[in-house]
């Protein structure tokens, strides 16, 4: 059983809520940055059915090397009806997006956008960073209160009837830190990719992360997917417009088992798949 607050521990009227697994789908963006720069990573919601209510959607960065400096909802989809609470932790290096709305109604006011932005964490990226490639992930964290009771830190949703725990896919976000370069504009150009590829990971075998690279000759909505050896998906990286240029993925597989992955991009310029190694 799980404990919750109006379906999120957001709220201040106790319930038990069913939890259901949902289709949408939350992602952050992956972006190349290079040390010293100051920018932003949206949160995104995408695929919903939802009438929602109330959102929790607590993060971590991995890096010292990374300082968060703000939260904005700028561009986002939450309603004038409804705060945009933010709760950092800096030495924990952990963030905390909530949704909840303004007055408490039966039913409850709700956000029906099927996508758009959540928000966006405004980072500063330490001018003694080194290249590497810095994950942004979600907390999961479960606490047993009680016999059989359950509080929960993860990503979740409510509807407006306030009584049921939604539980999105995730997509994990990355930041890649690059050495700067002097680059003019017309070098710039030669070097986008001629060619649509999708690269093997490194590391493989890994465990349990690894990074997934690809180049898109062209602006194109891609969707870059994970699949285990029976053919089901496990998770979906990406699932946005891209630029054209080169482009990474963070593949977090600390919930899954050892084995044989396969990944996919697909995209408007064409589709291709390669395998992986799970190795724990």
Known sequence: ??????????????????????????????????????????????????????????????????????????????PDNFSGLVYHDPEKRTVKITYIPDEFANPLPAITAPSGIIGELFFTLSPEATSQVIS????????LIGAGIHWWIRVQFSDNDGMDTYLPLFVPGGIIVRDPTAVGDEDANSLLPSEFDLAQNYPNPFNPSTVIKFSLPRGSHVKLEVFNVLGQRVDILINQWRDAGVHQAVFDANRQPSGIYFYRLTSDVGSQTQKMVLLK
């Open 1 to 78: 059983m799980t404990l919750a607050i109006l379906a999120l521990p957001l709220f201040s009227v106790v319930t038990f809520a069913d939890e259901i697994a949902w289709d949408g789908i939350v992602s952050l963006d992956t972006v190349e940055v290079i040390p010293g720069e100051h920018f932003g990573v949206k949160v995104r919601l995408s695929n919903s059915d939802l009438a929602i209510s109330g959102l929790e959607i607590p993060l971590k960065y991995s890096s010292p090397f990374l300082t968060l400096d703000s939260v904005s909802f700028t561009g986002s989809f939450k």
């Open 136 to 143: 942004v992930d979600s907390i999961n964290h479960d606490t």
